[in-house]
Each structure stands twice: as structure tokens, then as C-alpha cells.
């Protein structure tokens, strides 16, 4: 992930590369036809990817997780590190819950959620009624209702999954 990194002004270029080359295992590029160091540079992580860190949070690449641990307040060695590639996982979040829906009898019914998740979440419908003996029962949609239709897909974000059923007027 791109950021722009400005540093003290009395460092050289010399200084600049060096640190940004060890001290974050970036590259360090100035705009063509520049030869001196102006005060701010593209510092590009140089290993892609989200990574885990050990106090749980997720960070966008590595990079971004040795210049937390840098500007922490009291630095203490080893303590902020990577656990492991990839995002930190979470508990599923709803995002967008189902919203209540009021509808003339007759017509067509359509509810959607979007939950976020790592791992990505897997969505299911289920439609919830009473047995003879009064008892609760939930029976996953669409079963075999020809006027209830479910999609779920990927979000609009990583780690998302957003999921639509519909139902529909029976013609049986």
C-alpha cells in the first residue's frame, strides 16, 4: 500500500534509501529528473498483502506493521509482531442488516444482508414456523418452495458476503 513519508530534512537521500531499504524492506523511488532529496518521496512496501499482527489488528501490508511498531510509545522489542499472513480473523459482522417489510398480500417480498467476516462468511436463509406440537422449526431456504429464490455472493469488500432471498407469489 502506497503512503507518502516525509522525513527530517537534514537526512541525505543516502540516509533515506538506507533506512527505508533495511529498516522496512521497501523501495524508495524519486520522480524522474530529481537528484536531490525535497522533504517527501513514494515509499512503496515491497511485500504485498495484509498481515496479521500480534496485538490482533489487522494491518494492509507489512510495512505498515513495522512503522506501528516504530512510532509506538514505549517500543518494546518483539513485542508488535506478525502472527501470521493475511487478515487477523473476526467474528462475523452484519453490515447491513434485513430491514423490516411491510407488503400487500400478493406481492413479491425481498430482503438482503451484508456480513463481513475472516474467514469470509458463509450466509443462509432460514424460514422459521411452528410444528403441530408448537415447537420452533427452521427450515433452510429455499427447500422446495418454487416461489423462493436465494443468491448469495461475494461483497462489496474483501471478506464479504452479501445475500438476497425473494419470495415470490406461488402459480402452483
Known sequence: MPFTLATDPSWDLFHARHW?????????????????????????????????????????????????????PRPHPGHLHKARDGPCEFAPLVVTPPRSVHNVPGTQVNLSCEVRAVPTPVVTWRKVTQSPEGTQVLEDLPGDHVNIAVQVQGGPSDHEATAWVLVGISFV
Open 20 to 72: 527505508l531499504s533495511i529498516g522496512m524492506k521497501t523501495t524508495w523511488s524519486l520522480p524522474l529528473g530529481s537528484s536531490h532529496y525535497e522533504g517527501t518521496g513514494l515509499c512503496v512496501c515491497a511485500q504485498r498483502g495484509a498481515v496479521c499482527g500480534s496485538d490482533g489488528r489487522s494491518y494492509p501490508s507489512i510495512c505498515a506493521l513495522r512503522l506501528r511498531v516504530r512510532h509506538a
